[in-house]
């Protein structure tokens, strides 16, 4: 069986996840029984969205007046390939079948065949995908078809061929804050600095130039205004 004869003839707009391909196919109006399965199996397919996520969701005619219109117009939306791609396997193939076992001598395309050609990597190329749209073209389908070329996996381009970044020592801030921006020194600095409290931040406040005017605070070893005596600069605190 080739891949014309695993397929199932929809008119559908095919949408896949890898961005591969977009199809729009209108099927000839002769194709009666495929308006008639189409209504039979929705139901079915329909109640399999949670699994595989497939869609139909655009009808141009109703069911009475579908040869009247003579064209189908199903569109289609496959989202992912989930566990269920199992149930649908059965139903499609089943679909095919009476499909074939309605009118014998037509070419059909099939959704499932093309999906697994897709998943396989079968049809990786545009002069591939364009002989198959001029298989339908020659078969009787009006189609327009755009071809996308595959894009690599964005998180297996990021993790393997373009690795993050190697993480760059925390900034130690000014006058070496460690208590806000995490140890940026050697083994033996805090050993000869004391602790990171007072090698850093606290050292700096204590040391800040008292600001301007009569009566304010002073920097630690400067006599206050109005006293005679020195305040001795405190010692580091180990806490």
Not at 50 to 56: D, F, H
Not at 60 to 87: F, H, I, Q
Not at 183 to 211: L, M
Request: with cysteine; glycine share 10%; proline share 10%.
């Amino acid at each position: 069986m080739d891949l014309m004869d695993r397929i199932l003839m929809l008119d559908k707009h095919l949408v896949i996840p890898s961005s591969l391909l977009e199809i729009e196919i209108s099927v000839p109006k002769t194709l009666e029984c495929v308006n008639r399965l189409i209504y039979e199996k929705k139901p079915r397919i329909s109640a399999m969205n949670t699994l595989a996520e497939i869609n139909m969701f655009k009808y141009n005619y109703d069911l009475n007046n579908s040869l009247a219109s003579g064209e189908l117009d199903v569109m289609l939306t496959c989202k992912k390939y989930a566990p269920g791609m199992k149930n649908v396997r059965r139903v499609l193939d089943e679909f095919a079948a009476r499909r074939r076992a309605a009118e014998p001598g037509i070419a059909y395309i099939g959704l499932l065949g093309l999906l697994e050609e897709m998943r396989s990597g079968g049809i990786t190329s545009k002069d591939e995908f364009e002989a198959i749209c001029k298989k339908l073209h020659e078969s009787g389908f009006r189609i327009t078809a755009k071809y996308k070329p595959r894009r690599p996996c964005q998180r297996a381009d990021y993790n393997v061929q373009n690795p993050p970044p190697a993480r760059q020592a925390p900034w130690p801030g000014p006058w070496g804050c460690r208590r806000a921006h995490g140890p940026a020194w050697g083994p033996d600095e805090p050993a000869r600095r004391g602790s990171p409290r007072s090698a850093g931040t606290a050292r700096f406040i204590a040391y800040r130039p008292a600001p301007g005017g009569s009566g304010g605070a002073t920097a630690p070893g400067h006599a206050p205004a109005g006293t005679g005596a020195a305040e001795p600069p405190p010692g580091p605190r180990m806490n």
